[in-house]
């Protein structure tokens, strides 16, 4: 399937739609992420769950158009309160599942808190505060890129690598950065949440989805695995699992109210 492109607020959008039911699924990449890099996790779940899957790219990354600005430390909040919702009137989607991983999980949080309607938010690795550790990781991973060897990998997937990945690194090492922090928003979120966690990631603790189960006003289920940062392609197939029933219990009909004796 060939990703297609839609025009919102201005902005040129690369985006790939599998056919099913409805609610849709709409995938959040990561913060290096894109259509590409989910490496085929939208299509898998559509199968797994009949339901119409859609991923797009944000703007700066895949074959996305370049963003306006740069982005500033509130382009979580942004992405959330306002592109998100347009995109989804754009693409005629309404309460859907937001499948969100690592900043893409952020981002579902902070649209779910937003109180957008939502059937329900399956976030991977999301963060929601800044740590530490994964900060040392990310000056790591813009060491790799400085020396080379990441941007030639990100630039298969990227039309202007250097855009996607400044805008990513220049928001998490920004000083100002280091006091993000969501979990005050998180109790405002009413919607049933899936939250999966990599017990060895490095960008982030089991702490963020424990404060998303901690806070969260609606139902949230936890699954710890033994994996990294990218549970959808380290554990594939436990992360698929987890996804699918979640969605097959947000999607089940209700049963009739039982008969008085």
């Known amino acids: 399937m060939v990703p297609a492109t839609i025009e919102v607020g201005g902005g040129r959008y690369e985006y790939e739609d599998v056919p ?12 290096l992420g894109s259509v590409g890099l989910w490496r085929g996790f939208h299509r898998d779940l559509a199968a797994a769950t009949g339901r119409r899957t859609v991923a797009f790219s944000r703007l700066g990354h895949g074959r996305s158009g370049p963003p306006a600005a ?12 306002e592109v998100l919702p347009a995109v989804l009137a754009a693409l005629g989607i309404a309460s859907p599942i937001l499948v969100g991983h690592s900043d893409g999980g952020s981002i579902a949080l902070l649209a779910a808190a937003s109180q957008l309607p939502l059937t329900g938010v399956a976030v991977l690795a999301p963060h929601v505060f800044v740590e530490d550790g994964g900060l040392a990781s990310i000056a790591t991973t813009r060491a790799a890129f400085d020396d ?21 690194v220049g928001v998490w090492l920004d000083p100002r950065f280091r006091s993000w922090d969501i979990t005050g928003e998180l109790p ?20 963020h989805v424990e404060a998303v189960r901690d806070l969260a006003a609606g139902p949230v289920e936890l699954l710890l695995l033994d994996c990294g940062h990218s549970p959808h392609l380290e554990r594939r197939d436990d992360t698929l699992a987890a996804v699918a029933a979640f969605v097959a219990g947000l999607t089940a009909p209700s049963s009739p109210p039982s008969a008085p004796a």
């Open 70 to 81: 740069p982005r500033g430390t509130d382009f979580m909040h942004v992405e959330a309160r």
């Open 188 to 207: 405002r979120i009413t919607c049933p949440v899936l939250a999966v966690q990599g017990t060895a990631d490095v960008y982030g603790t089991v702490a």
């Open 20 to 31: 099913g039911a409805e609610p849709a699924l709409v995938l959040l990449h990561e913060g």
């Open 148 to 168: 080379g060897a990441l941007r030639t990998r990100m630039a298969r997937h990227h039309d202007d690598p250097d855009v996607m990945f400044g805008n990513w």
